[in-house]
């Protein structure tokens, strides 16, 4: 029952905005388009949590190979005197 009335508030808002833009829509083509911006929706998240968990594992796996190059004691004497107070 929820999901019913969001797609049907969230066809509206379609309609809304495509009459803003000039463009006719009928409910029908509306609702259609409610999956397609899901996902796109879904996609952009996607990436952008893709993108993050990418740099994490970057830095990450560049600190381990510094701390094999030049010792663990040394990245962490290093990294606690450049890290910001809390």
């Known amino acids: 029952q929820a999901a019913k009335g969001a797609t049907i508030a969230f066809t509206r808002l379609i ?7 000039g463009l006719i829509l009928s409910q029908q083509a509306a609702a259609k388009m409610v999956p397609l911006i899901g996902a796109a929706g879904g996609m952009a998240v996607n990436l952008l949590f893709i993108r993050h968990f990418q740099n994490m594992a ?3 796996f560049i600190i381990r190979r510094l701390e ?6 040394a990245m962490k004497t290093l990294y606690r005197s450049v890290a910001l107070p809390i």
């Open 15 to 21: 309609s809304v905005v495509a009459a803003r833009f």
């Open 58 to 60: 970057r830095g990450h």
């Open 68 to 73: 094999k190059k030049y010792g663990t004691e």
